[in-house]
């Protein structure tokens, strides 16, 4: 008797621990189950967002195309009209200057007619004369209007850089390299040289000590 108790309670046990294993393996499932569900439930949402990012980088790389296209657009035209007002300035730059030059030109065509060969008597000299003068300050002010500066270095120290030497000669009354004469007067513009003085340059009175024991 006390044997089949014994199985019996044995058995009833064995059954209760069945009985727990098949609900935590059911509850195993249903958790597992659920994880799916859920994992399921998120993934459109991350492939809506992998989207949406995608457009807004495409988006990006169009708008910054756009503007880079923009950018070459007003370069070009820049360029152009840069260009463009290069070339007005080299064929029209100069107008100003021409324009005050034509003062010159009238006053000294009027002294021109002032001396015609029926006016040769004294008062008509002088009036060529004078015409002549004025005509020469007007153009003197021009020069000096448009920072034209005239070189006249006369005992000055030659300087290859504003003075071209057309001749040496020996001299004991000047040193060596001193300008003596100055055949045509040179001119720059501002810094720029736009003509060298043509200029004599003295050797100095070594040269001319030589010559003398020469001889």
Do not use: C, W
């Not at 300050?137 to 500066?149: F, P, T, V, Y």
């Amino acid at each position: 008797m006390d044997q089949n108790k014994n199985t019996d309670k044995n058995e009833n046990v064995s059954n209760h621990e069945e009985d727990e294993n098949i609900t935590s393996h059911n509850n195993d499932d249903s958790q597992s189950s659920d994880s799916t569900s859920i994992d399921g439930k998120d993934s459109p949402n991350n492939e809506e967002d992998l989207d949406n990012d995608e457009n807004h980088s495409q988006d990006e790389i169009k708008d910054l195309k756009d503007q880079l296209l923009r950018s070459l657009a007003e370069n070009e035209n820049l360029r152009k009209r840069t260009a463009k007002e290069i070339e007005q300035i080299k064929k029209y730059g100069h107008i100003s200057l021409l324009r005050d030059f034509l003062n010159v030109v009238d006053n000294m065509e009027r002294a021109v007619k002032s001396s015609t060969y029926e006016n040769q008597s004294e008062t008509g000299v002088k009036n060529l004369i004078d015409g002549i003068e004025i005509v020469f300050k007007e153009m003197k002010s021009l020069l000096d209007k448009n920072q034209i500066k005239k070189i006249e270095p006369l005992h000055e120290k030659f300087d290859y850089n504003f003075h071209q030497a057309m001749f040496e000669t020996p001299s004991s009354d000047y040193e060596e390299g001193l300008i003596i004469e100055v055949i045509q007067p040179g001119y720059v513009l501002h810094d720029r040289l736009i003509r060298p003085a043509m200029v004599g340059v003295s050797k100095g009175e070594i040269v001319e000590k030589e010559k003398k024991e020469e001889k």
